[in-house]
């Protein structure tokens, strides 16, 4: 029994350590559009860069992107 409680609580702790680092970073873009929504701002569409060359020359992707951002930017 008193293995079992240790291991429990050596899991909850493990649970509270561990830092999962799950979100996107939205590429560069140009030509998007954003709007400002109550505390929120939305961004969609615009052009990404898309490395074609080894000398690394962007060129922009003839495609619009079609993923979909928001920031909340309530501080409080």
Do not use: W
């Amino acid at each position: 029994m008193k293995n079992f409680i240790l291991f429990s609580i050596s899991l909850c702790l493990l649970q509270v350590i561990i830092k999962v680092n799950a979100q996107l970073s939205p590429s560069y873009r140009k030509l998007h559009s954003a709007v400002l929504v109550e505390k929120k701002l939305y961004i969609f569409g615009g052009f990404g860069e898309l490395n074609l060359s080894p000398e690394n020359e962007t060129n922009y992707n003839k495609n619009p992107d079609d993923r979909f951002f928001y920031l909340d930017t309530n501080t409080g």
